[in-house]
DNA sequence: TTGACATATGAGTGAAGATTCATATAAAAT
DNA sequence: ATTTTATATGAATCTTCACTCATATGTCAA
């Protein structure tokens, strides 16, 4: 592989953690990972203001993490692969099962 | 599971997910897949000042990302164990085969 | 022991990014 | 049509964090 590839590749890498790496994106995801749920219901769950929801949930669109539809007024909210799933459960149990 | 724990855990996720979330920190991460490597080596492969690389190698020990061994007046570091390297394939390969 | 080299570290700076605040948009209800 | 409810968004603020600069520490060589 080239170098050139290579940078590329490790900054790509480096987007893909940076999506897990804050603790609002985070608790969303691992809302998510239950089933679909609009902004109020997330907002409500996770006890954050509904702009601050609203702006993580933007970034996350625009990385294809979430999809969403609309119901009447309401946005209904869930994840848009079992990718993001993966990489986020892998995650969390070396996170939670190997202590150190 | 009770919701304190839960919060804890997902925090956890989140700090396990913020060391790979720098370029600075994933390069070192991916040289140190190779093997082990003294603080100028890695200076000179990343081609970042010997100051940033130690404080980001600073980073990583306190996390216990990486060990070190000094041999005369330089200071070896190598990956502490597997449970990273792993995580950090894994996202990697998603990064990069799996393009959207 | 003095000087040169390798690494570490505290303080300061700057940039990225997460939240708030105010407001816009849009759909439903009255 | 007007009000209410749900969500989005721009700008400002505040925080986090990576880097630089200066300097400290520690090891080897002369």
């Known amino acids: 592989m080239s170098n050139e590839n290579k940078i590329t590749n490790i900054k790509e890498t ?3 953690f940076k999506i897990f790496s804050d603790y609002t994106r985070l608790r969303i995801i691992d809302l998510l990972e239950g ?3 609009s902004v109020q219901e997330i907002t409500d769950a996770l006890d954050t203001s509904q702009s601050a929801i609203s702006h ?3 970034l996350l669109r625009d990385l ?3 999809k969403f539809r609309k119901e009447g007024k309401q946005v209904i ?3 848009q692969d079992n990718h993001i799933k993966e990489i986020f459960l892998i995650g969390y149990s070396h996170a939670t099962e190997c202590k150190d």
């Open 64 to 66: 294809h993490v979430v």
């Open 35 to 37: 089933g679909e749920f």
């Open 14 to 16: 480096v987007k893909l």
């Open 77 to 79: 909210y869930s994840l």
């Open 56 to 58: 993580q949930l933007k």
